[in-house]
T-cell receptor, first 113, second 111 residues
Framework: DSGVTQTPKHLITATGQRVTLRCSPR?????VYWYQQSLDQGLQFLIQ???????AKGNILERFSAQQFPDLHSELNLSSLELGDSALYFC????????????FGPGTRLTVL | KNQVEQSPQSLIILEGKNCTLQ??????????LRWYKQDTGRGPVSLTI?????NTKSNGRYTATLDADTKQSSLHITASQLSDSASYIC??????????FGTGTRLTIIP
């Protein structure tokens, strides 16, 4: 158990809908990262937050957005969902910045029908 | 372009045997290199992190090596066990807050 929690574990929705994925980092970790992993694909970095502020951006679509709240939990919002958005979404956290070890959560499996 | 390439793409070995996974990276400026183990459908788990000044690092039966001159890293697994069946991902950290992930090697251990 990494100490990072993600909810929900599974999510099934329809095209065009909007969903919110939630992540709670390990106690004391200030950075949160979001990743997307499509079937049989590698991890794709989406976005990083550090202590409430956006720190780095990867291949995140404009339909996706994220935020980190004062209690350091983070939410990833996915809107106007398409079939291709079906994937595992992982959250990771680290003490400070990305050169520190990252601890991954169990992931949220999103299925868009 | 910053890239991380892993080989082989997949590997099947008998339980108890050793194996070595390869990773070549072209990132600049290089900061550190990591190996993760990912069981199917689960989050990756860190095995080792090495900076450019470290040549080798071990974690139990896992030993990672790094050659910063040739930009190559390897992960050696000794006396493989069925529980070693997983994907192994090489990740290069470079510049400021940048990570590049390899697509992984899928390792299958058969009894």
């Amino acid at each position: 158990d990494s100490g990072v929690t993600q909810t929900p574990k599974h999510l099934i929705t329809a095209t065009g809908q909007r969903v919110t994925l939630r992540c709670s980092p390990r106690s004391g970790d200030l950075s949160v990262y979001w990743y997307q992993q499509s079937l049989d694909q590698g991890l794709q970095f989406l976005i990083q937050y550090y202590n409430g502020e956006e720190r780095a951006k990867g291949n995140i679509l404009e339909r996706f957005s994220a935020q980190q709240f004062p209690d350091l939990h983070s939410e990833l919002n996915l809107s106007s969902l398409e079939l291709g958005d079906s994937a595992l979404y992982f959250c990771a956290s680290s003490v400070k910045l990305s050169y520190n070890e990252q601890f991954f959560g169990p992931g949220t499996r999103l299925t868009v029908l | 372009k910053n890239q991380v390439e892993q080989s082989p793409q997949s590997l099947i070995i008998l339980e108890g045997k050793n194996c070595t996974l390869q990773c070549n990276y072209t990132v600049s400026p290089f900061s550190n290199l990591r190996w993760y183990k990912q069981d199917t459908g689960r989050g990756p788990v860190s095995l080792t992190i090495m900076t450019f000044s470290e040549n080798t690092k071990s974690n139990g039966r896992y030993t990672a090596t790094l050659d910063a001159d040739t930009k190559q890293s390897s992960l050696h697994i000794t006396a493989s066990q069925l529980s070693d069946s997983a994907s192994y991902i090489c990740v290069a950290h470079f510049g400021n807050e940048k990570l590049t992930f390899g697509t992984g090697t899928r390792l299958t251990i058969i009894p």
